[in-house]
């Protein structure tokens, strides 16, 4: 069965760090490419990183670049999201996801900023 289970999700204080990871099984990690996307209560969920089935290119949106670094493991099959100068627009819920020859969604972890 294919699996995508997000982790280290959880309540960090404005400016702090935290590092989504999530694991992958039941399908062939290093032929899909991999991002994160996030949804906030009552907003429509929104791509935040990107990267390539080889790692080789990334990128991000405007609101995260400089602070958020997406990265892959291929012989762990994890992919990660360090986020760094965490502020409180960035409480969402944050979705794993793989895409090849099929689509994968993770179930989604709540991040939330506050102090």
């Known amino acids: 069965q294919v699996q995508l289970v997000e982790s280290g999700g959880g309540l960090v204080q404005p400016g702090g760090s935290l590092r989504l990871s999530c694991a992958a099984s039941?399908?062939?990690?290093?032929?899909?490419?991999m991002s994160w996307y996030r949804q906030a209560p009552g907003k429509q969920r929104e791509l935040v990183a990107g990267i390539t089935s080889t790692g080789g290119i990334q990128n991000y949106a405007y609101f995260v670049k400089g602070r958020f670094t997406i990265s892959r493991d291929n012989a762990k099959n994890t992919a990660y999201l360090q986020m760094n100068s965490l502020k409180p627009e960035d409480t969402a819920v944050y979705f794993c996801?793989?895409?090849?020859?099929?689509?994968?969604w993770g179930q989604g972890i709540q991040v939330t900023v506050s102090s």
């Open positions: 996801k793989a895409r090849g020859r099929d689509t994968y």
């Open positions: 039941g399908f062939t990690f290093s032929s899909y490419g």
